[in-house]
């Protein structure tokens, strides 16, 4: 191998390149936000209801059942009503379509700058770090579409971010926020329950779980005294019959089965099963199998391990990738919480780079066929197992949730 071979096979797995890299990357990106904006117009989707929704909230309305748009009811919790109302006000009622575009751009810019930081966190080679910018979609969902999603994103890495900071406190409040805004990020909460048990035990875990309630009631008071049944029924719907013509991951089954009743018990004992198997992995720190584990926290025992950031991360992105890989239907939106979550579970599978840029050319170009397809949907949600499965499997011979962390893969 030369000198330049050399070189450059350095610079694409050696961490310590990131340092000027995702510099470098963060400021292309926001060229490239600039060009998106100029070049490609905007689609109106959901920012005029939004905007209708949030005037009726500003007028004095506070059932939530009675708060719609033109394209259907308010189906998100308060947080999104706070944020929409301020960006009503920002961008005059809605109207100044650019300024919105703009105010998202720095949203997508902010949360950018959060993964790269993550990724630096947990030292992974630098050959991920252009699939971070890189994303038709993802661009889209932000600077072309201003959907709630690129928010809920923010308040989900900042909170990853948080917990590898060991700030705990700090991490569950934004993680509460964003499910405030969202409630998709309720997937990451067995990761963060079995990081409380790590961090207070039983007790602690108790206490925090009370400490992420407080945002969602104090945003919440002004509907749920009017309204408290209605508002929970529509901020969190868990019963909602989705649209078979929306679904972007299980059209290949067929409409009928999609929307059986038995497909969906089945999503969620697939579910559920998957968070059992992982949860004997995400113990392996404390040196017991689960079934001790849960028996001693119960008994007032306190783990006072320091988990690896590493070992965080992949913690609460492999929750994240189980929910969505489970859910009965994801939407084109949904890729927000996705696309800079799989560089990082494809590299944690210990896929060979190549392999890694194909699986994620493959996850990419499934999410931008629209409509969706019999092949696109199978392509997204074999993407989807492929990464959970990977991490299983990759999990079950290699686990270090010391402090020390895993070793970067390109030493």
Partial sequence: MGPWARFIYNVLTHPRHTQWIGPLLILGDAVLCALVIWKISYTEIDWTTYMQQVKLYLDGERNYPSIEGSTGPLVYPAGHVYIYALLYYITDQGRDILL???????????????????????????????????????????????????????????????????????????????????????????????????????????????????????????????????????????????????????????????????????????????????????????????????????????????????????????????????????HYQFFAYLAWASPFLLWQANFHPVLIYVLWAVQEWAWNVYPSTNASSAAVVLSLAVQVFGVFISGLGEVDGGERGKAPRSQ
């Fill in 100 to 330: 919105g575009q703009t105010i998202f751009a720095a949203i997508y810019l902010a949360t950018l700058i959060i993964v790269i930081a993550c990724y630096r966190q947990v030292h992974a080679p630098p050959y991920l770090f252009p699939l971070l910018v890189l994303s038709k979609r993802l661009h889209s969902i932000y600077m072309l579409r201003m959907f709630n999603d690129g928010i809920a994103a923010f308040f989900m890495w900042l909170a990853i971010y948080s917990w590898m900071k060991k700030k705990p406190l700090l991490g569950i409040t934004v993680w509460s926020l964003g499910v405030s805004v969202k409630m998709t990020l309720v997937l990451l909460a067995p990761a963060i329950a079995v990081l409380s048990a790590f961090d207070n035990g039983l007790r602690g875990s108790v206490v925090q779980a009370i400490v992420a309630f407080q945002p969602q009631m104090l945003l919440a008071r002004p509907f749920t005294r009017k309204n408290y049944t209605g508002y929970i029924n529509r901020a969190f719907e868990l019963t909602r019959q989705f649209m078979f013509k929306w679904t972007v991951n299980w059209r290949f089954v067929g409409e009928e089965t999609f929307l059986s009743k038995e497909f969906s018990l089945g999503l969620l004992a697939l579910h559920v099963s998957l968070l059992g198997f992982f949860s004997t992995i995400w113990v392996k720190p404390s040196g017991m199998n689960i079934f001790s584990f849960a028996r001693d926290l119960l008994r007032g025992w306190r783990p006072r391990i320091a988990l690896s950031k590493n070992f965080t991360m992949n913690m609460m992105l492999t929750s994240l990738a189980i929910g969505m890989l489970c859910a009965r239907s994801l």
